[in-house]
């Protein structure tokens, strides 16, 4: 991606099974964990929740959907582009936002700074039964 280039799905398998991992061992130890990453397809959300294997975990693992606007993520990605914080230029942002499909599910959130997000979560989480 860094290069201009989109990701396949077959070079998305390996970090989403890492991260399924990961997920998996917070789920298994009791841990509340926030893990992101733009799982722009249900098929990766299938693999980050273990649902793809028949995990019995597989309600443990909610999903938060970050929609800002069009300009705000362009915006956003640039910026971090610039700083040498994001691996992906912005010219990309049209195919990853081509390829996403919108989990009914997910929670949703705009521009929100991720510290309150998490926090919403936190709560959320807490008033939710098990």
Known sequence: MHSGVPLQDADRWPWLQT?????????????LAVVACSALKQRYRDILSGQDEGSQHVNEVAFVLLQ??????????Q????EGMHFMPASLL???????EVASSAYRYDAQPPSAIVD???ALRETEPH
């Open 94 to 100: 049209e195919s990853q936002l081509a390829l996403m």
């Open 79 to 82: 910026q971090r582009a610039a």
């Open 120 to 122: 919403d979560l936190i």
């Open 68 to 77: 800002p606007s069009k300009d705000i993520l362009t915006q956003r990605v």
């Open 19 to 31: 991260l399924a991992n990961i997920i998996h061992q917070h789920i298994v130890r009791g841990e």
